[in-house]
C-alpha cells in the first residue's frame, strides 16, 4: 500500500542512524553516504521510508558494496535499468529504507542530489510535489506503476529547473525506475 505523509522532523535523525549503522560496513569504500528522495527534504510530504545513496568511486568497489550488503538484511534488486547504480530494499528492521550504491559520476547520484537540492530551496515547487504526491497515494494505493508514472513529469521538470542535462533526462524517462 503506497502511504504518503506529511514531513516528519525525525527523518533525519533517522538517517543518521541508518548512516551509522552502515559505516562498519562501507566506510572504507563509501566516498560519502547521502540522505536523498523526499525524507530529505524538510516539510516535503513523503512515503516514511528513509532514501540512502552510498557513494563510491569505482566499479569494482561498487561490486564490493553488493557482496557486502547482500549479507546485512538488504535485498540486492539490481540496478533497475540505471548503470552505475544498484538498487537494495530492506525487510524488516525498525527503520524502513531504500538503500542505493551508486558511483559517483552515476546518472543516479546526480539526479537524487539535483531534486534534492532544489526542491530543499524551492518551497513552493515542494509544496506542489508533496500534494501531487498525496493525490497519486490515494488514487493509486496499491499500483506503484501508476504512482510513479504520475510523478515523472512533475519530476523532470524539476530537473529542467535545477539546468539537469536534456540527454540525461532523456535516459532517465526510458528508465522509468521507482525512484523517480
Known amino acids: 500500500m503506497i502511504t504518503v505523509v506529511d514531513y516528519d522532523p525525525a527523518w533525519p535523525q533517522l538517517f543518521e542512524q541508518l548512516r551509522r549503522n552502515l559505516l562498519p560496513l562501507v566506510g572504507d569504500i563509501a566516498v560519502t553516504v547521502e540522505h536523498v528522495g523526499s525524507t530529505a527534504v524538510p516539510g516535503l510530504a513523503a512515503k516514511p521510508v528513509i532514501d540512502i545513496d552510498v557513494v563510491v568511486a569505482s566499479a569494482a568497489e561498487l561490486a564490493v558494496l553488493v557482496d557486502r550488503l547482500a549479507g546485512s538484511g538488504h535485498v540486492h534488486q539490481g540496478d533497475l535499468g540505471i548503470e552505475g547504480r544498484e538498487a537494495f530494499e530492506h525487510r524488516g528492521g525498525p527503520i ?4 542505493y550504491g551508486c558511483l559517483r559520476d552515476s546518472i ?73
Do not use: C, M, W
Not at 524502513?96 to 538503500?99: D, E, F, P, T, Y
Not at 501508476?146 to 532517465?172: C, D, H, M, Q, W
Open 96 to 99: 524502513a529504507h531504500h538503500l
Open 108 to 180: 543516479a547520484l546526480e539526479n537524487h542530489l539535483a531534486v534534492r537540492e532544489y526542491l530543499r530551496t524551492h518551497v513552493a515547487a515542494a509544496l506542489e510535489y508533496g500534494a501531487l504526491k498525496k493525490r497519486l497515494a490515494q488514487e493509486f494505493p496499491r499500483d506503484t506503476v501508476a504512482y510513479v508514472g504520475g510523478k515523472t513529469s512533475f519530476i523532470l521538470e524539476i530537473l529542467r529547473g535545477a539546468n539537469f542535462p536534456e540527454s540525461r533526462l532523456r535516459t532517465l524517462a526510458r528508465a522509468n525506475r521507482r525512484t523517480l
